[in-house]
């Protein structure tokens, strides 16, 4: 099996235009982070995939500021726990992505819903063995410099749209 980065669109080669970020190319991008959840290894996050998913077909179908403001709201979340990991090399992956949960989207959800998040970041796998599914083989090295790459590109599209979202009224990621 080929390395993830080598299996999805890099965020950090969709493009920016006059008008914005290239829709399609994002939402292929995004597609793309759908997968890195099969990699996780948990049936639990099957209610993220679920949710990102129904947020990409929302924009696909046009039904774009709600979806874009829920989508963008999933990016930032990933894109933070990620950032985490690549800073505290030495902090175990649940409690990368429950730091940017509390960060994230904490205070977008109910009791119900944190207890569950709770309950599926405990079950994400051990940090060495989330890299090696990612890395499929290949150096952590290289992994590592993929990852930076991918998290540059996906901060820099979370931080342009949350902008945009939040100038036009539509919503605070």
Not at 8 to 14: L, Q, R
Not at 25 to 53: N, T
Not at 63 to 86: D, E, I, S, Y
Not at 99 to 109: I, N, P, T
Request: with cysteine; charged share 25%.
């Amino acid at each position: 099996m080929a390395p993830y980065f080598e299996t999805v669109k890099s965020f950090a080669d969709v493009p920016f235009t006059d008008d914005g970020i290239e829709t399609a190319s994002f939402l292929e991008a995004s597609d793309g982070l759908v997968q890195m959840f099969d990699l996780l290894g948990s049936g639990v996050f099957g209610f993220v995939q679920a949710d990102i998913r129904g947020n990409i077909a929302g924009v696909r179908a046009r039904h774009a500021t709600p979806c874009l403001v829920r989508l963008v709201r999933g990016l930032a979340f990933t894109c933070k726990a990620l950032q985490h990991m690549q800073k505290d090399t030495n902090s175990e992956l649940h409690v990368c992505f429950k730091r940017s949960y509390d960060e994230v989207l904490k205070h977008h959800h109910n009791f119900v819903i944190r207890s569950v998040v709770t309950v599926a970041i405990r079950a994400v796998p051990r940090r060495d063995d989330f890299l090696s599914r990612i890395a499929q083989g290949s150096s952590v090295d290289k992994l590592n410099v993929e990852l930076a790459r991918w998290l540059e590109g996906l901060e820099k599209i979370v931080q342009h749209t949350s902008i945009f979202l939040e100038r036009g009224g539509y919503g605070k990621v």
